[in-house]
C-alpha cells in the first residue's frame, strides 16, 4: 500500500492507496448495500441510479451489492447474482459508469447458504412458504455445513456433502472469472452475516466431524478453499478482499481471536485486505451483542490489523470526517467504509474534503458537478456580491425601485 505523501499536508482519508497493481484515488469505500432490485440476479436501472450517484459523490471505490455465485445461493427472487453468462453486459454497464466518474469498482461474492428463500429485507426477510407458488415465487432449500433447524425456514437446509463443495467452489471460481469480464477491478469474499461460508465458521452453525468441521482448522477449510478458488481466478496485478464477522452475534462461538487466525491464513493465501465486519449467528453462549456506539467494529479492525499484519478496512458507525481521519491516523484501518450515511448523503466524501481542509474540494466530484461548484464559489467573490450600498442599490435599480 501506499501511504501519506511526506511532502504535503494532505488528509490521509484523501491520499491514494495503492493495492497490488491498482490505486484508488482515496481512502472512502461505499460498502455493499443489498438494494433487492435485481431481475432474475441481473442489475435493472434502480442499479445504475443507485450506484451511479454514489460514484458521483467521490468515493474511491464503490462496491456492489452481496452478489450470489449461484441462484439458489440468493436470499430473495430479487437478490443480485452473477451466475449467468447474460448477466455480463449489464454489469459492464455498471462498471463503465463508476470508472468514467474516477472510482475503483468492486463487486462483493457470496452465497446466502441457509439463508436463502425468503423475502427482501422490507418484510424483514420473512420465510417462503408454499402460498408464495401462487406469486411466482415457490420456496426452494437451502444448503448448509449442517442440516439445523436453527432459521424460520419451509425448508431445513441440505448438509453439503463433498459433490456440493465442489460444485460450490466452482461457482465463485466462474462468478469471479464474470466479475472481470464485468470490469470489476476489486472481488470481495463474504465470509461474514451469516451467509454460507460464516456458517462453516462458527460451530453454533458447524456440527460436522468430517474434514470440513470440528477444531477451527477444519471450519476454515471451506472458506480457505474458496479464497485460494478466487485468487486463482483473478489477475494477480487486482486485489482481492475478503469480509468477514470478527465475531458472532450476540450467543455466538466465533471470536475476535478466531478472526486474527482466519486473517492470518487468509492473508497467506492471497488475500490483500480484510474487510471487518461482525454478526450473523447467533446462539446460546455468553458472548454479548456488539453495541451500535460510533465506530463500533473499528477495534476489530485495529487489532486483527495489527495482529495479523494485513490490510484492513474499517466499517460501521463511521459518519464524520474527523472521525474518519482520525481512524487512519491511528493505525486503526487502511479505508473506511459506508453505507447508510451515504445513502442519507451520496456526496459525503465532497463535503469531509471541505471538513479537512482540501483546497479544492469539488475536485473529488466529476466534472459536471465539479465546475459549477467552483462557478459558484467565485462568484461569491465578486465585487457585487460583497453586501453594503453598492448591492442594495444594484438590487433597488433591478427591482424597479428607487
Given at each position: 500500500m501506499t501511504g501519506p505523501s511526506d511532502t504535503t499536508n494532505r488528509p490521509l482519508l484523501f491520499t491514494p492507496?495503492?493495492?497490488?497493481?491498482?490505486?484508488?484515488?482515496?481512502?472512502?469505500?461505499?460498502?455493499?448495500?443489498?438494494?433487492?432490485?435485481?431481475?432474475?440476479?441481473?442489475?435493472?436501472?434502480?442499479?445504475m441510479m443507485h450506484l451511479g450517484r454514489l460514484a458521483a459523490g467521490g468515493s474511491g471505490i464503490v462496491f456492489g451489492e452481496e452478489t450470489a455465485v449461484e441462484?439458489?445461493?440468493?436470499?430473495?427472487?430479487?437478490?443480485?447474482?452473477?451466475?449467468?453468462?447474460?448477466?455480463?453486459?449489464?454489469?459492464?454497464?455498471?462498471t463503465d459508469f463508476i470508472r468514467e466518474q474516477g472510482a475503483v469498482p468492486a463487486i462483493q461474492l457470496g452465497h446466502a447458504g441457509r439463508k436463502a428463500s425468503c423475502h427482501t429485507a422490507r418484510e424483514?426477510?420473512?420465510?417462503?412458504?408454499?402460498?408464495?407458488?401462487?406469486?411466482g415465487m415457490p420456496p426452494w432449500q437451502g444448503l448448509a455445513p449442517s442440516a439445523l433447524d436453527q432459521l424460520p425456514r419451509r425448508f431445513v437446509p441440505r448438509e453439503m456433502d463433498?459433490?456440493?463443495?465442489?460444485?460450490?467452489?466452482?461457482?465463485?471460481?466462474?462468478?469471479?472469472?464474470?466479475?472481470g469480464e464485468a470490469g470489476y477491478d476489486i472481488v470481495e469474499l463474504h465470509a461474514a452475516h451469516g451467509y454460507l461460508i460464516h456458517q462453516f465458521l462458527s460451530s453454533v452453525s458447524n456440527h460436522r466431524t468430517d474434514a470440513y468441521g470440528g477444531d477451527i482448522q477444519g471450519r476454515m477449510r471451506f472458506a480457505l478453499e474458496t479464497a485460494?478458488?478466487?485468487?486463482?481466478?483473478?489477475?494477480?496485478?487486482?486485489?482481492?478482499?475478503?469480509?468477514?464477522?470478527?465475531?458472532?452475534?450476540?450467543?455466538?462461538?466465533?471470536?475476535?481471536?478466531?478472526?486474527?487466525?482466519?486473517?492470518?491464513?487468509?492473508k497467506d493465501r492471497g488475500m490483500d485486505l480484510i474487510d471487518v465486519s461482525?454478526?450473523?449467528?447467533?446462539?446460546?453462549?455468553?458472548?454479548p451483542q456488539v453495541p451500535r456506539v460510533a465506530g463500533y467494529q473499528v477495534g476489530f479492525s485495529d487489532r486483527i490489523r495489527r495482529d495479523a499484519d494485513v490490510m484492513t478496512i474499517a466499517v460501521g458507525g463511521i459518519t464524520d470526517a474527523q472521525q474518519a481521519e482520525d481512524i487512519l491516523q491511528a493505525g486503526q484501518a487502511d479505508l473506511v467504509a459506508m453505507a447508510r450515511e451515504l445513502i442519507w448523503n451520496a456526496d459525503w466524501p465532497a463535503h469531509a474534503a471541505k471538513q479537512l481542509g482540501i483546497e479544492n474540494p469539488f475536485d473529488v466530484m466529476p466534472e459536471e458537478y465539479a465546475f459549477r461548484l467552483r462557478q459558484r464559489e467565485a462568484q461569491k467573490t465578486m465585487p457585487i456580491n460583497q453586501g453594503g450600498a453598492e448591492t442594495e442599490a444594484a438590487m433597488q435599480a433591478l427591482l424597479g425601485e428607487k
Open positions: 492507496v495503492t493495492i497490488r497493481g491498482l490505486t484508488a484515488p482515496n481512502r472512502i469505500v461505499v460498502a455493499p448495500m443489498c438494494q433487492y432490485h435485481s431481475d432474475d440476479g441481473g442489475p435493472t436501472d434502480w442499479q441462484a439458489r445461493g440468493r436470499k430473495t427472487y430479487a437478490c443480485a447474482g452473477l451466475y449467468k453468462d447474460e448477466h455480463v453486459p449489464a454489469y459492464r454497464r455498471l424483514d426477510w420473512r420465510p417462503l412458504h408454499d402460498g408464495d407458488v401462487d406469486e463433498r459433490d456440493d463443495i465442489r460444485t460450490v467452489l466452482d461457482a465463485f471460481r466462474v462468478a469471479t472469472l464474470r466479475s485460494e478458488v478466487m485468487r486463482e481466478a483473478w489477475p494477480n496485478d487486482k486485489p482481492v478482499f475478503c469480509r468477514i464477522s470478527a465475531v458472532d452475534g450476540e450467543g455466538g462461538t466465533w471470536t475476535l481471536d478466531d478472526s486474527v487466525i482466519l486473517a492470518r491464513e487468509l461482525s454478526g450473523g449467528i447467533t446462539g446460546d453462549s455468553e458472548m
